[in-house]
């Protein structure tokens, strides 16, 4: 799985996110080891897709103003980097419903066998 993450984060990259993967993110990333694979993380510009105005500390963030969907459209009009999502479950069907995205790139991490767990709901077994 390294390999694959290395891989996808070796060319430059500029990260969408709605504001509760960013605060996941935000709380580990800027602080995390480069081994731990930050350093990609932390150059690239974070895009944060919200309907409050959260409080962005972590640095190269950006509030998108308005509609997601209007903000991500005109960002993928410019000449930055690749756009990638990561996590933002809500923000992902929002672009998908508005055709905003262009390549799917799906890693399952498999780790929790709660009940109340998204994925744990949608696989067709249980883990034991």
């Known amino acids: 799985m390294r390999q694959v993450m290395s891989e996808a984060m070796s ?3 500029d ?5 509760r993967t960013y ?3 935000a709380a580990y990333w ?3 080891p ?3 694979g930050s350093k990609p993380l932390n150059d690239a510009t974070k895009y944060v897709a919200s309907r409050s105005r959260p409080t962005l500390e972590w640095e190269k963030s950006v509030l998108i103003e308005g509609d997601a969907a209007d903000g991500i459209a005109e960002l993928k009009k410019g000449e930055g980097p690749e756009l990638q ?3 933002s479950g809500n923000l992902i069907q929002t ?3 508005h055709n905003l995205v262009d390549q799917y790139r799906l890693w399952v991490f498999p780790s929790s066998s709660d009940p109340a767990n998204a ?3 949608m696989a067709p077994f249980r883990p034991r």
């Not at 990260?15 to 504001?19: E, F």
């Open 15 to 19: 990260l969408v996110l709605g504001r």
């Open 23 to 25: 605060e996941i993110f």
């Open 119 to 121: 994925c744990s709901r």
């Open 30 to 32: 800027p602080h995390a």
């Open 85 to 87: 999502v990561h996590g």
């Open 34 to 36: 480069e081994e731990a």
């Open 95 to 97: 672009l998908m419903r």
């Open 11 to 13: 060319a430059p990259f």
